[in-house]
């Protein structure tokens, strides 16, 4: 069996075209009214944000790197303050940590669901501590409420990495719900186009509960300034382009319905691949449910690279989110660690391959992916 349409890990032209009529009348809009720069859209697209993630503040910004540096700056942390974050995951969280001269705690993941450890987060504190960003990595969060018992504990700050995960409902052991990124101080995402809710360019959005906060984020993305002209802090130029409002828009009614695609791709791989002897499949957790920005396997005596060359060869491509833990990373070394600090994430590093996900994979593509790979393996 061949494959029908070239297979990508994300296909972004197949989403677009189901939706075109109104990305194209809502930009030639933006165009035509030359809103270039905080134009209808970006107030709109706060509001329904806000709505959708049942929190008070949405404030839209750049991108999910930007979001996370204007969190930290609101947060009044000072050089050589430590802030935990997991060895396993985007260069972003802890590059941000660095850059405002913050010490980056790492601390390792689950070997299941790949999510921030809570026993190695509660041994990683220090009276330096100042917060804790989790981060809700591949589409499921990680264990909320007990970090909230931690930083409740300690009077740390929570800022959520929810790049990954937005969208995704957390449920507490008392049967509340809420959606990822509102239940610390601060929830940070990315619109980058390949995220669950992407737009097409940069863009980024951080969210809280807190008015002060909101107040204090929205003045530093938008120069420190409080009233035109008049700068209180030190800020960033940090926003959100009308015409990623207009797309975001369009896309944010339909991000359940890519979630439910995501899970009927995730779930036929399951399928095909669960006890499968030299296969781990993505663990789902109880605390989650799960809108699979990235399907990661475990590999157990593979040759990866062979594997990815061969499933390369035969139209199906497939990623390695991460291949080079954050402290084996060059910019991030440090004397505080050495290789096999992080076994878990030295662990995962060498053995995880993500495939195509996304909202358009058809049942054809997916047998097609899953025959191959389950072949190649034999
Ligand atoms: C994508 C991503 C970011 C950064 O988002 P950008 O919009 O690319 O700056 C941060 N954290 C995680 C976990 C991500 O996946």
Do not use: W
């Not at 979001?67 to 303050?81: C, S």
């Not at 913050?102 to 993941?109: A, I, R, S, W």
């Not at 663990?283 to 799960?290: K, L, M």
């Amino acid at each position: 069996m061949i494959a029908q349409k070239k297979i990508q890990m994300v296909d972004l032209k197949g989403q677009y075209e189901k939706i075109k009529h109104e990305v194209d009348s809502g930009i030639q809009e933006v165009i035509n009214t030359t809103a270039f720069i905080n134009g209808p859209a970006v107030k709109t697209f706060q509001a329904n944000l806000e709505h959708y993630l049942n929190v008070k503040h949405v404030i839209p910004c750049a991108n999910g790197t930007d979001a996370l540096q204007i969190a930290m700056m609101a947060l009044d942390l000072k050089p050589g303050d430590e802030v935990i974050t997991a060895s396993f995951t985007y260069v972003a969280t802890a590059e941000v940590i660095g850059l405002l001269g913050l010490t980056p705690v790492l601390v390792d993941v689950y070997p299941d669901t790949f999510d921030i450890d809570v026993e190695a987060i509660a041994k990683a504190i220090t009276p330096k501590t100042r917060a804790i960003v989790p981060v809700h990595l591949f589409g499921q969060c990680a264990n909320m409420e007990r970090i909230m018992e931690l930083a409740t504990k300690h009077h740390l700050h929570v800022i959520e990495d929810v790049a990954q995960a937005i969208g995704a409902d957390y449920t507490f052991t008392n049967g509340k719900t809420a959606k990822a990124g509102t239940i610390g101080t601060i929830g940070c995402t990315s619109f980058f186009p390949s995220k669950n809710l992407g737009c097409y360019g940069d863009g980024g959005a951080i969210y809280t509960n807190n008015d002060e906060l909101a107040q204090k984020l929205r003045m530093i993305a938008h120069h420190g300034q409080s009233v035109q002209y008049v700068h209180d802090v030190l800020g960033v130029n940090s926003r959100l382009d009308t015409i990623q409002a207009v797309v975001l828009n369009a896309k944010l009614k339909h991000l359940d319905a890519y979630a439910v695609a995501r899970n009927q791709a995730a779930s036929y791989y399951d399928k095909a691949f669960a006890n499968h002897p030299k296969l781990i499949i993505p663990t789902r957790v109880t605390h989650s449910n799960h809108v699979f920005h990235q399907y990661t396997l475990q590999l157990k005596n593979i040759d990866r690279g062979q594997l990815r060359e061969q499933l390369a060869e035969r139209g199906i491509p497939a990623m390695i989110y991460y291949p080079i833990p954050l402290h084996e990373q060059k910019a991030y070394q440090s004397e505080r660690y050495k290789n096999g600090d992080f076994p878990v994430t030295e662990k995962l590093c060498a053995c995880v391959l993500s495939l195509p996900m996304h909202t358009e994979l058809d049942e054809d593509t997916l047998q097609y992916i899953t025959t191959t790979l389950l072949e190649l393996i034999k």
